[in-house]
Nanobody
Framework: QVQLVESGGGLVQPGGSLRLSCAASGSIATINAMGWYRQAPGQQRELIATIPRGASTNYVNSVKGRFAISRDNAKNTVYLQMNSLKPGDTAVYYC?????????????WGQGTQVTVSS
């Protein structure tokens, strides 16, 4: 079992920055990759950034150059630094952890944190 707790959301003006945190606990050693998703009202949840174990980070085109995902292994925490925020970035942001392989693959989710970009 893996538990994920997000924090750091809030209200920010266009052009501003926020840093989201995702603290993982439980069976940390089983995690193969972590990522951030977001879901705006009336839209599907979309993957925006991933940081696989031992591999390079990946981003959806809409956030490339503005968002950065990173990991602090000592704190079992993944971060999402969001810069140059736009109203279109408004959404609930979810942290995700993937464990296992093949039939044992499983995905865990955090509770989500609201990010609102508005003047």
């Amino acid at each position: 079992q893996v538990q994920l707790v997000e924090s750091g959301g809030g209200l920010v003006q266009p052009g501003g920055s926020l840093r989201l945190s995702c603290a993982a606990s439980g069976s940390i050693a089983t995690i193969n990759a972590m990522g951030w998703y977001r879901q705006a009202p009336g839209q599907q949840r979309e993957l925006i950034a991933t940081i696989p174990r031992g591999a390079s980070t990946n981003y959806v085109n809409s956030v490339k150059g503005r968002f950065a995902i990173s990991r602090d292994n000592a704190k079992n925490t993944v971060y999402l630094q969001m810069n140059s925020l736009k109203p279109g970035d408004t959404a609930v942001y979810y942290c995700n952890a993937e464990t296992g392989r093949g039939p044992s693959w499983y995905r865990y989710w955090g509770q989500g944190t609201q990010v609102t970009v508005s003047s």
